[in-house]
T-cell receptor, first 112, second 110 residues
Framework: EAQVTQNPRYLITVTGKKLTVTCSQN?????MSWYRQDPGLGLRQIYY???????DKGDVPEGYKVSRKEKRNFPLILESPSPNQTSLYFC???????????FGSGTRLTVV | GQQLNQSPQSMFIQEGEDVSMNCTSS?????WLWYKQDPGEGPVLLIA?????ELTSNGRLTAQFGITRKDSFLNISASIPSDVGIYFC??????????FGTGTRLQVFP
């Protein structure tokens, strides 16, 4: 089944403790992206990648890192999480932006 | 960062009613996309529009790409309980970057 898989689904952590949210797609898509969703603000792009080793900042990149060493994987790294990064995070992939993104099921992160 | 103006923010309707929502932008897009998000899940693509003036249907859903390329509309006819969710528009620039609207939350009462 064609899908985007992100893990974990739920995560509670403490301020300052580094964490990684994994994302993998099995559709051989070139584009991958991370979004965060907050009430009243919709989906905001954190980082995106157009191909292996090619990444760029989205609208809200502060406090996040990404890497794209393989086409299928696009992990999101929070080096020192803070409470304002409590949010619902989505990974997504696309063959090209015009065709729309396929989204994962989301990771609900709480930073206390 | 840029966000699209989507309205209404929320709708409470009775089963069987038709629904209309729209999305406007200050800039031009080459593609408009409409997504639906069910509770606890990621958004799922409903309709993609690639040309100004284009009208596209997907079952009871119909979407239009505005002539000015700065807006788009989504209509749902004869709503049913499973239409409940959040509907997002998204515009795509030349750079392939998606800009999302703030969402319309739809509630359908039997």
């Amino acid at each position: 089944e064609a899908q985007v898989t992100q893990n974990p689904r739920y995560l509670i952590t403490v301020t300052g403790k580094k964490l990684t949210v994994t994302c993998s797609q099995n559709m051989n898509h070139e584009y991958m992206s991370w979004y965060r969703q907050d009430p009243g603000l919709g989906l905001r792009q954190i980082y995106y990648s157009m191909n292996v080793e090619v990444t760029d900042k989205g609208d809200v990149p502060e406090g996040y890192k990404v890497s794209r060493k393989e086409k299928r994987n696009f992990p999101l790294i929070l080096e020192s999480p803070s409470p304002n990064q409590t949010s619902l995070y989505f990974c997504a992939s696309s063959p090209g932006g015009y065709y729309g993104y396929t989204f994962g099921s989301g990771t609900r992160l709480t930073v206390v | 960062g840029q966000q699209l103006n989507q309205s209404p923010q929320s709708m409470f309707i009775q089963e069987g009613e038709d629904v209309s929502m729209n999305c406007t932008s200050s800039s031009i897009f080459n593609t408009w996309l409409w997504y639906k998000q069910d509770p606890g899940e990621g958004p799922v693509l409903l309709i993609a529009l690639y040309k100004a003036g284009e009208l596209t249907s997907n079952g009871r859903l119909t979407a239009q790409f505005g002539i000015t390329r700065k807006d788009s509309f989504l209509n749902i006819s004869a709503s049913i309980p499973s239409d409940v969710g959040i509907y997002f528009c998204a515009g795509v620039h030349n750079t392939d970057k998606l800009i999302f609207g703030t969402g319309t939350r739809l509630q359908v009462f039997p």
